[in-house]
């Protein structure tokens, strides 16, 4: 790590969060409210701040109330994004930020973003996202802030996600030849941390998980966490984007800094609960039986 964080006594940055309510951005939160930060969080709509955090309402995609968000703002950790619309929505934030004078604006991209190519209608179809981010980076880069961009990989929670909706149907379609390398998220929440605290550097070398998988190893994994069995039909996709991603263009090996692997995540997030729900069954169909009831349905 290049920049190491502050004792909280010497730090007093007023900070704003965009997405600070999201996978990445509720984490970055309280790691630098414990920095010493005032730490102040952008969200769409109205909900309960955690102590300590300043919640401001505004809408990136039109400008509503960024102005009043980014007042006073030093730092802006840029988290917010999505598969669509990230140009306009980093274009309206840096707008407000050069206005209100911020020094130091950070931006959490993704690896392969200036590798995977999005040309036609199919590319943009199921790849537009990096294409999104893409134009985020070139806005924040020629904003004229000082500002630092991190790339790093997916989430394991966003595999997650993922792995639940394929693994509901009755056969899984997976995508021929595509690997992936997952990191975990509050790794990246504590280097983008780091990031904003320290002073802008650019784009910095990215960040990805400690190992490389299949798409169908990915979800093989997850069917044996969450105690599934279902078959596999490999799926060969078109398009410029989708020869890149099997050319590897999405992936950091030489950038595998992350710690947590999927299968660690896996223990901990999907066959915990199984174990839970299997208790919780197997304590109600016990009771069941002890009172007379459920002998039906067990048969």
């Known amino acids: 790590m290049d920049n190491a964080m502050e004792p909280p006594a010497e730090r007093n940055d007023r900070t704003l969060v965009t997405g600070g309510t999201g996978t990445l951005g509720r984490l970055v939160v ?85 590798r995977i190519p999005v040309v036609s209608g199919v590319d943009r179809a199921m790849f537009g996202y990096f294409a999104s981010k893409l134009a985020a980076e070139r806005v924040v880069a020629d904003s004229g802030l000082p500002w630092t961009t991190l790339r790093a990989t997916q989430f394991h929670e966003s595999f997650l996600t993922v792995a639940r909706q394929m693994t509901r149907l009755p056969v899984i379609p997976a995508p021929a030849g595509f690997r992936f390398q997952p990191v975990d998220a509050g790794e990246v929440a504590a280097r983008l941390a780091e990031l904003a605290l320290g002073t802008p550097a650019g784009l910095v070398p990215d960040m990805a998980g400690p190992r490389v998988y299949g798409m169908a190893a990915l979800l093989r ?25 099997r050319a590897g263009a999405n992936l950091a090996p030489d950038r595998a800094v992350g710690l947590r692997t999927w299968e660690e995540f896996l223990a901990d997030r999907v066959s915990s609960s199984s174990d839970s729900r299997s208790k919780r069954v197997t304590r109600g169909s016990a009771r069941n039986l002890r009172v007379g009831r459920g002998w039906q349905s067990t048969r």
């Open 30 to 114: 309280p790691l630098l409210r414990d920095a010493g930060c005032k730490v102040r969080v952008l969200s769409r709509r109205s909900r309960e701040a955690g102590e300590g955090i300043e919640l401001v309402t505004g809408d990136l995609a039109t400008g509503e109330g960024i102005d009043a968000a980014v007042e006073g703002a030093e730092i802006i950790v840029h988290c917010a994004g999505s598969s669509k619309g990230d140009q306009n929505k980093a274009l309206n934030l840096v707008r407000a930020a050069s206005r209100a004078g911020a020094r130091h604006l950070v931006y959490i991209s993704v690896v392969g973003a200036d």
């Open 221 to 245: 994994e997850y069917l044996q966490a969450s105690r599934k069995h279902r078959p596999f039909l490999p799926v060969w996709l078109p398009g410029k984007a989708a020869r890149a991603f």
